[in-house]
């Protein structure tokens, strides 16, 4: 059983950040920081199924993919990686690539990244704060420069760079031939209301992204019966003996937590490692209605309801 504040270990990267406040105390012009990786608190704890970052952009990142379970474990590997991202911040040029624009088969591909075109065969699209997206194994994609995003992904670092911006660094053009997806126009789902409390973001075959939102003194029971990843968007609050604020991230699994909001609205991404999403992962437990920011006035003045009563997801919400 666990509820831990992470503890915070930074990666540099040459396409990083030398600030990385306000989500980051650090700020150092000598050495560039491309992402924070949110860590257990005991270091010879096991390791999670999912890791949780923060990624910092400067520069765009490498074109790459990722393999699939079947390609993984071809290759000797555990497993592939899926991943999903939230945008944090955006300068308004920052753009994300996820797909191709049209198929291309194994030797149109290979001759793309040879020539370095494969930077104009990607799908860019423009962002902004609260945008997500998922990057299923196989989907060729790119995180431009000018963003700070949340990613979620399985535990692993199988990459193949395609195409790098010329930092000299190995390309895996074998590798990401074979790992690149013939369905590369997959499809995102847009977020869905799961409750007053609860957006859907991601549901993917690893794990489910959702953005929670607690009004004021709301307080709540956390279900981390999975393996579960806070991240803290904005506002005030304890997560049983934890405070915690913007930037701040937990890891639970096996337990319940007691969150209690403060003076402030608290938002906070929830990831955890379930196919679809988890149909009690909030109870209340404080006997008066708290006014929603998802409700109108009128509703949130309706009469108390039970110490009881369970944040549901509908069945027509299960994806």
Same mark, same amino acid.
């Given at each position: 059983?666990?509820?831990?504040? #992470?503890?915070? %270990?930074?990666?540099?990267?040459?396409?990083? =950040?030398?600030?990385?406040?306000?989500?980051?105390?650090? %700020?150092?012009?000598?050495?560039?920081?491309?992402?924070?990786?949110?860590?257990?608190?005991?270091?010879?704890?096991?390791?999670?199924?999912?890791?949780?970052?923060?990624?910092?952009?400067?520069?765009?990142?490498?074109?790459?993919? %990722?393999?699939?379970?079947?390609?993984?474990?071809?290759?000797?590997?555990?497993?592939?990686?899926?991943?999903?991202?939230?945008?944090?911040?955006?300068?308004?040029?920052?753009?994300?690539?996820?797909?191709?624009?049209?198929?291309?088969?194994?030797?149109?591909?290979? +001759?793309?990244?040879?020539?370095?075109?494969? &930077?104009?065969?990607?799908?860019? %699209?423009? &962002? @902004?704060?609260?945008?997500?997206?998922?990057?299923?194994?196989?989907?060729?994609? #790119?995180?431009? +420069?000018?963003?700070?995003?949340?990613?979620?992904?399985?535990?692993?670092?199988?990459?193949?760079?395609?195409?790098?911006?010329?930092? $000299? =660094?190995?390309?895996?053009?074998?590798?990401?031939?074979? #790992?690149?997806?013939?369905?590369?126009?997959? @499809?995102?789902?847009?977020?869905?209301?799961?409750?007053?409390?609860?957006?859907?973001?991601?549901?993917?075959?690893?794990?489910?992204?959702? =953005?929670?939102?607690?009004?004021?003194?709301?307080? =709540?029971?956390?279900? +981390?019966?999975?393996?579960?990843?806070?991240?803290?968007?904005?506002?005030?609050?304890?997560?049983?003996?934890?405070?915690?604020?913007?930037?701040?991230?937990?890891?639970?699994? $096996?337990?319940?937590?007691?969150?209690?909001?403060?003076?402030?609205?608290?938002?906070?991404?929830?990831?955890?490692? $379930?196919?679809?999403?988890?149909?009690?992962?909030?109870?209340?437990?404080?006997?008066?209605?708290?006014?929603?920011?998802?409700?109108?006035?009128?509703?949130?003045?309706?009469?108390?309801?039970?110490?009881?009563?369970?944040?549901? &997801?509908?069945?027509?919400?299960?994806?």
């Amino acid at each position: 059983m666990a509820v831990e504040q #992470a503890r915070i %270990h930074i990666v540099p990267k040459p396409w990083g =950040r030398t600030d990385l406040r306000p989500w980051n105390a650090y %700020h150092d012009t000598r050495t560039p920081i491309g992402e924070t990786w949110f860590e257990r608190a005991d270091p010879t704890a096991p390791l999670p199924a999912l890791l949780l970052k923060l990624i910092f952009t400067s520069e765009p990142l490498s074109i790459q993919v %990722h393999p699939d379970e079947a390609l993984a474990h071809a290759l000797g590997l555990a497993q592939g990686k899926c991943e999903a991202w939230y945008i944090l911040s955006a300068t308004t040029d920052a753009r994300i690539a996820v797909g191709l624009k049209q198929q291309l088969d194994p030797t149109q591909l290979r +001759a793309c990244i040879r020539d370095g075109s494969i &930077v104009e065969c990607v799908q860019w %699209h423009e &962002v @902004r704060p609260g945008d997500s997206k998922v990057v299923p194994p196989g989907t060729i994609h #790119a995180i431009g +420069a000018g963003l700070v995003l949340v990613e979620i992904q399985q535990r692993t670092e199988a990459t193949f760079r395609l195409f790098d911006y010329g930092r $000299r =660094r190995e390309l895996h053009i074998d590798m990401a031939v074979a #790992a690149a997806s013939a369905r590369q126009s997959e @499809r995102q789902m847009c977020p869905r209301k799961l409750t007053a409390a609860r957006t859907l973001l991601v549901a993917s075959p690893f794990f489910v992204l959702e =953005r929670m939102t607690l009004a004021p003194g709301a307080v =709540r029971e956390l279900d +981390a019966t999975a393996e579960t990843w806070l991240f803290i968007l904005g506002g005030v609050g304890r997560v049983d003996s934890i405070e915690v604020a913007a930037g701040n991230a937990l890891f639970l699994e $096996r337990d319940r937590a007691c969150i209690e909001v403060g003076a402030q609205r608290l938002q906070c991404l929830v990831a955890y490692a $379930r196919s679809v999403p988890a149909p009690h992962l909030l109870r209340r437990l404080n006997d008066m209605r708290i006014p929603d920011p998802a409700r109108s006035p009128s509703r949130a003045s309706l009469p108390i309801v039970p110490a009881s009563a369970t944040e549901t &997801v509908p069945l027509e919400a299960a994806p």
